[in-house]
């Protein structure tokens, strides 16, 4: 069993920068990796960024260049630094990981984002 917890929020004017981190505990007894996801009000959950075990990434194509995921040595926290933060980019951030084989997963409960123009 594997349990995220987020944190880094805030609120922030536009332009700014924010560092969210997901702190996993527990173990997922498979190769996995780990993403961010982000789910605005009224809209669905969307992907933001992911990382796996070789520090390989990928991310959105509305993130351009903005953001970063990276990883401690140990791989128990995941970070997302985000820079020239927009007002859309207002949602609450969530934290993901997922067996590549298999495709379970688990979700953290959030951290909320709030950009102001």
Known sequence: QVH???SGGGSVPAGGSLRLSCAASGSASCRYRTSWHRQAPGKEREFVANINSKND???ADFVEGRFTISQDNTRSTVYLQM???KAEDTAMYYC???CVIGLRT???QGTQVTVSS
């Open 4 to 6: 995220l917890v987020e």
């Open 57 to 59: 990434t990928d991310y």
């Open 83 to 85: 820079n020239s933060l």
């Open 96 to 98: 993901k990981r997922t």
């Open 106 to 108: 688990w979700w953290g």
